[in-house]
């Protein structure tokens, strides 16, 4: 039996003329509904959660840090439902991980882990920083130097923690001048890794007044447009902290 008997409705169509071809379109398309825009619990969970992972100390002590489900749900204020889905999304990006029958532990990378991370963040930053070159306007470039003004004159020592928060925004910022949305994206949940290890490493073995002195030479390098230089500068100062923490973070094993 052929198609055209054995489907009454695209008989019917094909008989009322001129009317039919709205009528095909919408039997092609699917049937949606105005999407509710309010963020869902599971996303607010998420996003508070994850804050505060970023926001711990966790390499400053090796004990474990165990999440407790049902308190976090009841500090939320909200169902067990909501912050398992969180906790799972967590988990694939690599913060948490669940142990069976014992419970939801933040993750500590490994020495091996972080040094493998800090490589491709050196291969990440270090195109970004060639893009810069290219593509960033005079006063995008200006507003890196802004960064650094209030360490001028021998202060930063006094500010260390100040200095670590703008540490963490330079790196940040030489990923979004690039104005690459790919390499943006890629960038992002490796990024919210490295801030942890960043804030760490910074007050070890003088690193504070090393790291001050490669982001001048590399706002220089970006501001002269010199391509090469800056790439290989913002390559190095990576790897630099990869170096950094192959020899002294003992912590991480």
Known sequence: MSSRVSNPRSVNVR????????????????????????PSFK???YAALKNAIVA???????????????KLAQDFGISRTPV?????????????????????????????????????????????ARLITQNASESEIAGLRRMFTTFENGKLHAHLDEYSDVNIEFHQS????????????????????MRMIRRKTIVEQDR??????????????????????????????????ADHVARFADYLD
């Open 15 to 38: 008989t009322r003329g001129a009317s039919s071809a709205p009528a095909r379109a919408a039997l092609s398309q699917p049937s949606l509904k105005p999407i509710d825009t309010t």
């Open 43 to 45: 996303h607010k969970a």
């Open 56 to 70: 711990m100390d966790i390499y400053r002590s090796r004990d474990d840090i165990r999440l407790d489900e049902r």
């Open 84 to 128: 398992r889905e969180a906790m799972a999304q967590l988990e694939s990006e690599g913060f948490v991980r669940l142990v069976p029958r014992r419970g939801i532990y933040v993750v500590r990378k490994t020495k091996r882990e972080v040094i493998e991370m800090i490589t491709a963040w050196a291969a990440l930053e270090s195109m970004a």
């Open 174 to 193: 030489i990923i979004k001048l690039s104005h690459n949305r790919a390499l943006i994206d890629l960038a992002e949940n490796l990024f919210t890794h």
């Open 208 to 241: 504070a007044d090393r790291s001050i002195r490669d982001h001048m030479n590399i706002i220089e390098a970006l501001e002269a447009r010199a391509t090469d230089r800056a790439e290989e500068l913002v390559r190095d100062h990576a790897l630099g902290l």
